[in-house]
């Protein structure tokens, strides 16, 4: 079994900066896409970042500038830093994975239990 997850999230004031982390375990062969959604109450879950294998990223746009993502294969973790926080970044912030287990030959989606960011004065 496969298990992502995530820490750093809480409440800061606006201009500030947060860092999360994602930790995937188990019986990991490969993880092939690494990333982060977010979502708002009352609005759809909507992606924020992913990062490939080979560090290949692609943010949504309003994040771009602000938001940077990681990625240590060494760790099976993905890092967010932002940066520049603004009210409207505050959200539940989930991490995602396309994991491919040992003795399989296709990944597949999992996601993390959320970290609550709330940016507000």
């Known amino acids: 079994q496969v298990q992502l997850v995530e820490s750093g999230g809480g409440l800061v004031q606006p201009g500030g900066s947060l860092r999360l982390s994602c930790a995937a375990s188990g019986s990991i062969f490969r993880i092939a896409v690494m990333g982060w959604y977010r979502q708002a109450p009352g609005k759809q879950r909507e992606l924020v970042v992913v990062i490939t294998s080979g560090n290949t990223t692609s943010y949504a746009d309003s994040v771009k500038g602000r938001f940077t993502i990681s990625r240590d294969n060494a760790k099976n973790t993905v890092y967010l830093q932002m940066n520049s926080l603004k009210p409207e970044d505050t959200a539940v912030y989930y991490c995602?994975?396309?994991?491919?287990?040992?003795?399989?030959?296709?990944?597949?989606?999992?996601w993390g239990q959320g970290t609550q960011v709330t940016v507000s004065s």
């Open positions: 995602n994975a396309a994991i491919q287990m040992v003795r399989t030959t296709t990944p597949r989606n999992y």
